[in-house]
């Protein structure tokens, strides 16, 4: 089974989904200003990973899928990357580069299997006096 991390940044609190081995496949989309607001992100994509359509933008005329959806394209270095956006259409996780598309199609699918269940581990952050 897969978890959630949370970690305090300098400006808020992000977090990234880890496999069973430890290994991230995903982080959130965005940098949270609360504990709170970021467990939301990663209900979101426990929620919206498992229903999600793929759109791969990667080969040409694709058809646009609807939302939630994992979108794989390819970024400036040539990898082959994914992103979940959720129904409203913003990003909630993303993926590390992959060189071969097969291996971005398998972090996808580790998604969905590794956040169905997964426990969402909270940062140990002193409460503010």
Do not use: W
Request: proline share 4%; with cysteine.
């Amino acid at each position: 089974m897969g978890k959630f991390v949370i970690k305090a940044t300098n400006t808020g609190f992000t977090f990234s989904l880890k496999a069973a081995n430890g290994e991230i496949i995903a982080i959130g989309g965005e940098v949270y200003s609360s504990v709170d607001s970021c467990k939301n992100g990663c209900e979101s994509v426990i929620t919206n990973a498992p229903i999600a359509n793929l759109e791969d933008q990667t080969v040409e005329g694709y058809e646009e899928q609807t939302h939630p959806k994992f979108e794989i394209y390819k970024d400036k270095a040539g990898e082959f990357r994914f992103r979940l956006k959720a129904s409203n259409g913003q990003i909630i996780a993303a993926s590390e580069g992959y060189v071969k598309k097969d291996s971005c199609k398998n972090g996808i699918e580790s998604v969905r299997k590794n956040a169905a269940d997964s426990p969402i581990i909270l940062p140990e952050v002193e409460p503010a006096e």
